[in-house]
């Protein structure tokens, strides 16, 4: 049997910290637990977690002064915790090297999934190397070697840049991206870093992979962010065979 991950929490509000490693424990996470900034960054050098939890408000030092300092020296996978209308500090998180973030209030499910895709990805950067050539969810189908995107098997024709977008959003699916990841990886550093021009095109694929392009299942906007591409479909559409 494979070792359990190691899970390091810091989260100073008691209630949310054993919320989150009960979570974990049942799921078969070993947990640290850390309540301060200061805490946190000697248990860290002594357990060497897996993956790393971090809530930005702590009373001793600001959360995000300690993923600086963990980046220095550790590649370990940081989700932070934030709150809902810190768009901001969501971005300058992710920029200064957080795999991902979760909003509170988050129920089980999402804490979950949100450490498996930061896990994942982490390990593929380790690897260096794709999972597959191809990314399924729902009815669409994005085959990268290809380039052929199909929804419910019809195929559907995108733009070079189009492609380009929704392909990179595929290859981190569950995982959000910054409007400004998304800009250099598609025009390149020295793009204008216009997000409007991304939201156009965005606004396209929409119209040519969603249902209900205003009320999109697979691009979904993190707003003042950037895009996640879902790893599963939330509502599945009715679809279901009555018998
Ligand atoms: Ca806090």
Redesign the pocket.
Known sequence: MASKRVVMVV???ASVRSYISTILMTNGYSVVTAEDGRSALSLISSYNPDLILL?L??PDMDGMEVLRQVRQWSATPILVISARTQEREKVEALDAGAGDYIVKPFGTEELLARIRVTLRYTERMIQGAMVSDVYAVGGLRVDFGKRVVTVDDKDIHLTQIEFKILALLCKDAGRVLTYEYICRNVWGPYSSRDNQILRVNVANIRHKIEKNPAQPQYILTEVGVGYRLVEELKDPPEQEETT
Do not use: F, I, K
């Open positions: 989260e100073d509000d809530d408000g702590l």
